[in-house]
């Protein structure tokens, strides 16, 4: 399913194009597991890229374009989680940001721990002790 996305300028269209097509999967899985709705998460991640074809050339100019659009794809769930507190959304309750997202990413999507690293924009080793930081404040709250 082809989705469009406003356009950034045609010499940074082919990037953004090949962005949205690795990664839109991805977001959507995440999204849904946010919000526990198809239509919403779709909605969600529309509107991240949506926002992210206005101001692509800044973006690719960062340190690491796949933090800045992992940062504004949670805040955007997060929004809308807000009204619905779900299974999904209650980890993030639980848990910081960064460390919620690592679990739903590899232990709930089931991705090898490099790709959520990479859609977070985040350094393998910084990514497995988010991991482990999750998991042990997890614990710690279930011993309780």
Same mark, same amino acid.
């Given at each position: ?13 082919? $990037?953004?194009?090949?962005? %949205?097509?690795?990664?839109? $999967?991805? @977001?959507?899985? @995440? ?12 909605? %969600? ?7 992210? #074809? ?9 340190? %690491? ?38 679990? *739903? ?12 690293? #990479?859609?977070? #924009? ?7 002790? *988010? *991991?482990? #930081? ?8 279930? $011993?309780?």
């Amino acid at each position: 399913m082809t989705h469009s996305h406003p356009s950034p300028p045609s010499r940074f269209r082919l $990037e953004f194009t090949a962005f %949205c097509e690795t990664n839109r $999967e991805a @977001y959507l899985r @995440y999204a849904q597991l946010r919000l526990q709705d198809p239509a919403q998460a779709r909605h %969600c991640v529309d509107t991240v890229l949506a926002a992210l #074809g206005r101001r692509w050339p800044a973006v690719l100019a960062s340190d %690491c374009p796949a933090a800045r659009v992992w940062s504004d794809l949670r805040a955007e769930a997060r929004h809308r989680t807000v009204t619905a507190a779900l299974r999904a959304g209650r980890l993030h309750t639980a848990l910081r940001d960064d460390q919620a997202d690592i679990m *739903l990413l590899h232990h709930h999507l089931r991705l090898p721990l490099d790709d959520a690293a #990479g859609l977070m #924009g985040l350094p393998r080793h910084d990514a497995r002790a *988010l *991991l482990r #930081g999750a998991e042990r404040a997890l614990n710690n709250l279930l $011993e309780r």
